[in-house]
């Protein structure tokens, strides 16, 4: 932990969460029946940089670019970039995220394509994937009730604008609960992957005392210790204070190298440096199903906050729909001709 | 000429007098009743065509697996059809954003950073300052410029491999050399 304390780690994530200088990006996916992508990314700034390093998503040369500016009533000044791709599949997609360097290089990001013929119609699913970051985290949904899922990964504006409409003290109280809750998540995470390194670094070298189900059981105990000390933390933590009171005093001795270690690891993945974005897909045929919104022209939208990926996957889904008209026109004769036949039967029988 | 006349009048009645004689009259009967029969076999045609297309509807197991058939994939339409109709039932109801959602202006963005400052202070009560907006933005500027910086030190030192081992060994001599935030 050495001089950085978990508030700090805490304060610094939130902070480049949202810091000013990245463009406000959005992606749209046009997905195309037979697996092909049209990408558009248009990217707003107050700026005109618009470096790979400050953009989201991998673009590139082979993109093709517009540029616009933009001056609003107030004489604010907007840079456009508008750039545009055709991927073949979403193959090409993967290979442009796993050569990524773009700003949110050190997340895992994955596209998908499925297409499903079922005769009357032809499904298609497409989704683009994030990979968690922590690796003994807890899932949001243990802390947080459906409701208030849904206003944790809304979008912030729609928060902001709840805030402040009609119900606004519902969903100021919504919105604290959240914040609350998800205090709490981070807190707990933070342990959870701070005991589940720790016991992996310390495996084989003190009996089951560090095995991570017997400090698991006492996690709680261990967050507990950590809230009660959060002004202090820095200071007690390397006093040793902190780790004796969690592990016992010998012990804090003997493995303050991988209690460390452990901690800055945890820190790592909690210096997550991700710039938000949004993500926008438009799907072939009738859209059937999503787990994002849908704006005012039927197009879903995704916010990509670091912390949907935290401890999940976050994965932006749709599924949709195409009827296939031959296979409607097959069955209507097959149909035809199967009564007709019936019908012939019965007037010969007569 | 009289002559002439004469000798016309008798070949005519000559002629007049001889009949064809029929040499196989089952023969001509049987041409008529082939004739007849063809007419016949002309006008039951569609019949024909009927029986050669419905055929199967007197083949029990034919007849019964086409039903089955058809019924099976009436069931399937009516299946698929209500499975998607209830589908997008349920998606008409999911939350419809206003198109002011997806492209935040620049004015949501210092709301969002002032809510964001406010927010760490309320979590972090004991480092709580005052600050003014425009301090609030050039702070984080300043992160982001020094982010920039970082990432081009970085790429720097990874494409120079003497530059890095350097700083390698000076990190090691200097026993575990911290950077401060």
Redesign the interface.
């Known amino acids: 932990m ?3 304390t978990v ?2 780690v ?3 994530v ?3 969460s ?5 463009p ?1 990006t ?1 992606v749209t996916n046009y997905v195309h029946p037979d697996g092909s992508v049209t990408r558009k990314i ?1 990217m ?1 700034s ?1 700026k005109n940089n618009f470096k790979q ?2 953009i989201q998503v991998p673009v590139d040369s082979t993109w093709s670019f517009r540029d616009s500016l933009e001056i ?1 009533q107030k004489g ?1 000044t ?1 840079w456009v970039k508008r750039a545009e791709k055709q991927f073949k599949s979403v193959d090409e997609i993967n290979l442009a995220y796993k050569s990524d360097s773009s700003a949110n290089k050190d997340v895992q990001r994955e596209a998908s394509f499925k297409k499903s013929f ?4 032809t499904e298609y699913r497409y989704s683009e994937k994030i990979d968690k970051k922590f690796l003994y985290g807890y899932p949001i949904k243990d802390f947080l009730n459906s409701e208030e899922l ?1 206003y944790f990964y ?5 928060r ?2 709840k805030e402040n409409g009609p119900d606004s003290i519902k969903y100021k109280a919504l919105s604290a609960s959240v ?1 609350a809750k998800t ?1 709490n998540w981070t807190y707990k995470n933070l342990v959870s992957e701070w005991i589940g390194i720790f016991s992996r670094l310390t495996a084989g070298k003190h009996g089951d005392d560090f095995k991570e189900e017997t400090l698991k059981s006492k996690e709680n105990e261990i967050l507990d210790i950590v809230k009660k000390n959060e ?1 202090k933390f820095d200071s007690l933590w390397l006093n040793g204070y902190i780790l004796k009171e969690i592990i016992g005093e010998s012990n804090a001795v003997k493995y303050r190298v991988e209690a460390d270690s452990a901690i800055k690891t945890a820190e790592a993945n909690f210096l997550l ?1 991700f710039k938000n974005y ?1 993500v ?1 897909i438009v799907m072939p045929g ?5 787990n994002g ?5 039927h197009i879903l ?1 995704w916010p990509v906050e670091s912390d949907y990926f935290f401890t999940e996957p976050y994965e932006m889904w749709a599924e949709s ?1 195409a009827p296939n008209i031959w296979a409607w026109i097959v ?1 209507g004769l ?2 035809a001709f ?5 019908v ?2 019965l007037i010969k029988k007569d | 000429m009289k002559a002439g006349s004469e000798k016309y009048d008798r070949v005519i009645n000559l002629l007049r007098k001889s009949n064809p004689e029929l040499d196989s009259t089952a023969g001509i009967e049987r041409d008529v009743i082939r004739k007849i029969s063809e007419i016949e076999r002309s006008g039951i045609n569609f019949s024909g065509v009927v029986d050669f297309l419905f055929g199967w509807v007197y083949i029990g197991w034919v007849r019964r697996s086409l039903i089955a058939a058809s019924v099976v994939m009436v069931m399937i339409f009516v299946y698929q059809q209500g499975v998607i109709l209830k589908r997008i039932d349920k998606i008409s109801r999911q939350v419809v954003v206003s198109d002011k959602e997806i492209i935040p202006t620049i004015d949501d963005k210092i709301e969002k950073l002032l809510m964001v400052y406010k927010n760490s202070g309320r979590k972090f009560p004991s480092k709580t300052i005052t600050i003014s907006e425009g301090q609030m933005k050039e702070l984080l500027e300043s992160v982001k410029d020094l982010q920039i910086k970082y990432k081009d030190l970085e790429e720097l030192i990874d494409g120079d491999p003497e530059l890095k081992k350097m700083i390698e060994k000076k990190l090691t001599d200097s026993n575990r050399t911290k950077i401060n935030l």
């Open positions: 050495k001089n950085k508030k700090v805490i304060a610094f939130i902070i480049m949202v810091s000013c200088d990245e406000q959005i248009e707003r107050s390093k400050t609003n604010d907007t079922k005769w009357f119609n849904v809304s979008p912030e504006s729609l902001h604008e914040r205090d002004e440096d949004s926008r009738r859209l059937l199903g999503t919104f849908i704006d005012s022209s939208l729909k069955s097959f149909l199967v009564i007709t036949g019936v012939v039967r």
